[in-house]
């Protein structure tokens, strides 16, 4: 199972939940062989290395984000990954501009495809202060292990991911 995380810039939200998910199947899901990535609608920080305040957040909870770079979201994407993850209903409307018709749905907002969680978007925060990289530790976390569930279902059932 191919799963690609999209948000704006693609150094905050994206890459944090690659790499708590990353971590916790690692830890977790081992057998599910999950393959994940992330990508930006934008194009302003491709080749960057996360934000600084994402990395400390995720590094004060054992997870490692330095080694990420940021790229942009490309239509081949669709093709090279099952279910693509939006982290707000901007980025969603974006990734639906870009996809042909019959691949938009495979676009859906990452919790509201995880199902853990009442929150549907993870809200940007990039212009705010600590305990907003802390909220989006605290949904991706908890996003991550609804698409675990999602995943061991998917496997248990031989029913696909979309
Ligand atoms: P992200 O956060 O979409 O979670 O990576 C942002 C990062 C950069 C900008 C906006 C959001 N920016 O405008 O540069």
Redesign the pocket.
């Known amino acids: 199972m191919r799963l690609l995380f999209v948000?704006?810039?693609?150094?905050?939200?994206?890459?944090t939940a690659e790499g708590v998910l990353r971590h916790l199947a690692a830890a977790e899901a081992p057998d599910l062989q999950l393959l994940i990535d992330s990508a930006?609608t934008?194009n302003?920080?491709v080749g960057q290395p996360p934000?600084r305040r994402s990395i400390a957040a995720a590094a004060r909870r054992g997870i490692d984000l330095s080694d990420l770079r940021?790229r942009q979201l490309v239509r081949e994407d669709f093709e090279r990954f099952d279910l693509l993850l939006a982290?707000d209903r901007q980025?969603l409307a974006d990734m639906y501009t870009l996809a042909l018709p019959a691949q938009r749905r495979q676009a859906q907002l990452f919790l509201e495809a995880a199902g853990h969680t009442p929150e549907l978007e993870i809200p940007?925060?990039?212009e705010g202060g600590p305990g907003d990289f802390e909220l989006?530790l605290d949904l991706a976390t908890q996003g991550a292990r609804g698409l675990i569930a999602r995943c061991r279902r998917s496997a248990a059932t031989g029913k696909k991911l979309v």
């Open positions: 948000c704006l810039g693609n150094i905050c939200r994206s890459p930006g934008g302003y920080h934000d940021a982290m980025n940007d925060p990039y989006v």
